[in-house]
């Protein structure tokens, strides 16, 4: 008997990791996940979904996008790559890649630069031609990560818990 052919490759499984991650998150009308991993040995070191952080009841504070600022869900939830980043709880990350199921935005360049990781790969970049993608992309060249949109053959994976 020769081994099965037909198993996902690597890119496939940390974005489909990636996605999974995102089913976790309670926000309405974004869900992100992230996936770091060892770009050597392909080791994932950390995941991370957008939701609010440990101990800020989602039941208390706001998921609107719209109204007033302290009314909306921006000051207070945490990015997909920044939580990924944080639950990773201090690893070295030099090095390593991260997949996201969207582009990230400015301020989580600026902590995917400051943590070491070196390449994005990315499922969507819907926010392209806003000024915070803008400002991420030119400091992400600046300081020499590498982003790449995720390509695939892929159109379904199912997960079968029968």
């Not at 994932?44 to 009841?57: A, D, E, K, Q, T």
């Amino acid at each position: 008997m020769s081994k099965r052919n037909d198993y996902i490759g690597w890119d496939d499984y940390f974005m489909g990791l990636a996605l999974l991650s995102a089913k976790r998150s309670k926000d309405p009308s974004s869900q992100v996940g992230a996936c770091i991993v060892d770009s050597r040995t392909n080791r994932i070191l950390s995941v991370g979904y957008n939701g609010f952080p440990r101990y800020c009841s989602d039941d208390e504070y706001p998921w609107s996008r719209e109204g007033e600022s302290m009314d909306t869900k921006y000051f207070y939830v945490v990015h997909a790559e920044l939580n990924a980043i944080l639950n990773s709880r201090g690893a070295n990350l030099e090095g390593s890649r991260i997949y996201t199921t969207l582009f990230p935005c400015n301020e989580c360049a600026k902590a995917i630069i400051q943590s070491g990781i070196k390449e994005i790969v990315y499922l969507s970049d819907k926010y392209e031609d806003t000024d915070i993608v803008k400002a991420s992309k030119r400091m992400l060249t600046s300081a020499g990560v590498s982003f790449t949109k995720f390509e695939t053959d892929i159109d379904l994976l199912t997960l079968n818990f029968k």
